[in-house]
């Protein structure tokens, strides 16, 4: 599978424990092979360089073994180092340029964007997929910037072929939405990892796509 088929998947899942109602990442992770999700982002702000690396570790071995592609946020030495199948950076983390260097052609790097003029910057860099958001209010990230709203996404569903994912504030009740506008990609925090039965709110998201 070539890196751009490894991202044109219906739900790309994003790890955030905080929000897992007790649940360990692995347990959470566990649930979503269990649901057959594809991508997999490993997002944790807060947790010490080494609890990260253990946890990946564990967390690569089990995606490996089930062939989902496996993303780390923002840090790129932690991917490197789990051998992950590639990095998510914002637009204020190392210049996309640097990171490719550092990671080589294989491996996928997705850029945050908030704007046209983002989208196509990450374009022009060499990104192999953008994320578009917030699209709503979102509480999940603490450095979130005013929600981009629709039209960006729209804009971007029209106007790029570089695979994107819909992310922040999207939850079952309005994914319907956000499909209609273009995006195939969709991206949700604590509306799966904060769910009852993960593998249960997965399907019924499913059947809404
Ligand atoms: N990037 C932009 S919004 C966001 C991230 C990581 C958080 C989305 O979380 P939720 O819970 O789906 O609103
Ligand atoms: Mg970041």
Redesign the pocket.
Known sequence: MNKQERLTTDLYC?TAEKFSLGRSNIEVVEEMIAAEVKVIQY?EKKKKMLYKYEECKKLREMTRKAGVTFIINDDIHLAMAIDADGVHIGQEDLPLEEVRKLLGEDKIIGL?THSPQQAEDAVKRGADYI?V??IFK?Y??ED?CDPVGLEYLEYVANNFEIPFVA????KEQNVEQIISLGAKCVS????IVGAEDIRAKIDSIRSRL
């Open positions: 994003i997002r945050s994320g958001g917030p979102t999940t990230k979130v992310i922040g504030g999207i949700m925090v604590t509306e």
